[in-house]
């Protein structure tokens, strides 16, 4: 008993002496972890161990591209890159020092590298107090919640910026299976539902079946999609596909990218404007939560006290009153909690000129637009909101909006269309017009699919018959002479008959004249003056000959 007593004794003061440590902001673990070494010189501040780094870094790099905790340890397997345990074992640190061979040094698993992932040290942090133990007597220890650690910033050197490390944890909260394409889609977890707020579903499918033939890939309401399978309503569709998602986040990347490079002065401006607004609304939103939160805290204090009162002359029992006081004050100290965070995002609210200056960073890393990768896609993209189609002039309108890092929304003044992109909408728009024209008429049972159409020669006004509503002409010989005579149409300029003086059109280089008149009265006077000239030079010969 007392050899038992001597220990726990012991176990307290240990447990005294590690907690007085940790607290004074040194590192608890016996080792560093993997990718740190401790400094000869202080044993408790950790230096980078680059061999490990390195190892860390493209794990941290590999989890930006896509990949998953299991991806990444297939891929370090097959390059035959050492486990942490084995790496440390063959330094004489760690569970396996003592080892002398290693049956399977690459085994890697994803609960490592997931491991790895995790730890805030990466970020230059120390965290102290992660796991207890519940008696010295156990042998196991039991994990603390991440309320209970102790973490002190910037201990260290960093292997990992922060930005790097949370977006690495932002993708890991979001779960991409891959499916029978053999991949995951990129954008799972970042489209959201502008009406319901909920997460947007991705439905893809190689085709090939009777009851889906054609490959299909697209996003829709989560509520939406959800609700059709219990035979119930909610939302409704927001269908957006894939392809046109990538087109419209690879040009918004493009173009506000070129916009901060090439305009940094205007492109700050209209940062700290958006953002001023942003943060405007957003700390009156908190400020009306503060009041009604203080309001509601003080009339609490007056319940209790009317509480107090009650149980004093004996209108209520004990139990009653443990009751509610119970429940009184657990609302009071959450409340008090919600009052403090509003207060710290009030006095947060501030210019945002660092996260400026992160995007013009991140920018000018892509050189190359021309291709939307996985990384550009994680690194650019924070959220994307869909909104419901709507149907305006015809066309299925649908607005979209695409949330940048560090930034948020930025929106660009609208460029002017050029002589040839306008041209090029106005095809596009007659296209859509004769598509949804052909469209009502099946619908209406006016043509039956694989008929010919009915349409009207573009040059000679002849009706004729065509499979493709998009022909335009009865034959080649119809098609020639229009392109002709739109191609003399562009060359027309504005000519002075030599004349009468008259201003006419032509389209040949060569014309002088307005008409046939004018040109056969020109000859007439070319002529005459050639037969003057000629009588007046015989005329001179004949003089000089006397």
Not at 140 to 161: C, Q, S, Y
Not at 239 to 268: E, G, M, P, W
Request: glycine share 4%; hydrophobic share 30%.
């Amino acid at each position: 008993m007392f050899n038992e007593w001597y220990l726990r004794d012991l176990s307290r003061k240990q447990k005294t002496a590690i907690r007085v440590k940790g607290e004074s902001g040194k590192p608890t673990t016996n080792c560093a972890i993997y990718g740190y070494r401790k400094d000869p010189e202080n044993k408790y501040h950790w230096l980078i161990d680059e061999e490990a780094a390195a190892v860390v870094r493209r794990i941290f790099r590999l989890t930006i591209e896509g990949k998953g905790p299991y991806d990444i340890a297939r891929i370090l397997f097959e390059d035959k890159v050492e486990t942490p345990a084995v790496y440390f074992g063959k330094q004489g640190k760690g569970i396996w020092k003592s080892k002398e061979e290693f049956s399977n040094p690459y085994n890697w698993s994803g609960y490592v590298v997931g491991q790895i992932l995790s730890k805030p040290e990466y970020m230059g942090h120390t965290v102290n107090f992660r796991s207890h133990k519940q008696s010295y007597k156990d042998k196991n220890a039991v994990m603390n919640p991440k309320e209970d650690w102790l973490i002190f910033e910037n201990t260290h050197e960093a292997i990992v910026d922060r930005e790097i490390w949370e977006l690495a944890q932002k993708l890991r909260k979001t779960p991409k299976r891959i499916d029978t394409l053999g991949e995951a889609n990129p954008l799972t977890g970042l489209l959201y539902c502008a009406d319901c707020g909920e997460k947007m579903y991705n439905h893809r499918s190689k085709g090939g079946t009777e009851n889906n033939p054609y490959p299909s890939d697209f996003f829709d309401c989560s509520s939406y999609t959800l609700a059709r399978q219990k035979r119930a309503t909610a939302c409704c569709g927001h269908y957006i596909t894939t392809k046109a998602l990538r087109t419209l986040i690879l040009d918004t990347i493009r173009t506000v990218s070129t916009f901060a490079i090439s305009n940094q002065a205007a492109f700050i401006e209209k940062v700290h404007s958006a953002s001023q607004l942003r943060q405007s609304e957003a700390a009156k939103d908190a400020k009306r939560r503060l009041n009604k939160d203080k309001k509601r805290i003080a009339e609490l204090d007056t319940i209790i006290k009317k509480l107090y009162e009650s149980f004093a002359v004996g209108r209520i029992t004990d139990e009653r009153f443990d009751s509610l006081l119970a429940d009184y004050e657990a609302e009071q100290k959450a409340l008090q909690t919600s009052v403090t965070e509003a207060e710290e995002k009030l006095s947060a609210f501030a210019e945002d000129t660092a996260r400026v200056e992160q995007f013009l960073e991140l920018a000018r890393k892509y050189t190359d637009f021309s291709e939307l990768t996985t990384p550009m896609i994680n690194e650019f993209i924070e959220k994307i909101i869909v909104h419901a189609p709507e149907r305006i002039d015809g066309d299925r309108v649908q607005e979209v909006e695409i949330h940048l890092r560090f930034i948020g929304q930025f929106e660009l003044p609208a460029p002017e269309l050029t002589e040839e992109e306008s041209k090029r909408q106005e095809q596009l728009k007659r296209h859509r017009i004769k598509s949804r024209e052909r469209y009502q008429k099946i619908k209406a049972g006016e043509h039956a699919v694989g008929q010919p159409f009915t349409l009207t020669c573009k040059c000679c006004g002849k009706e004729f018959a065509s499979k493709r509503t998009t022909t335009l002409f009865c034959g080649p010989n119809c098609r020639a002479k229009f392109y002709r005579q739109e191609a003399a149409e562009n060359r027309s300029r504005e000519c002075t008959c030599e004349n009468c003086g008259k201003v006419f059109l032509t389209t040949r280089s060569s014309v002088k004249y307005c008409s046939d008149a004018c040109r056969y009265a020109a000859q007439i006077k070319l002529q005459g003056a050639r037969k003057k000239a000629l009588r007046e030079a015989k005329n001179e010969e004949e003089i000089k000959t006397a």
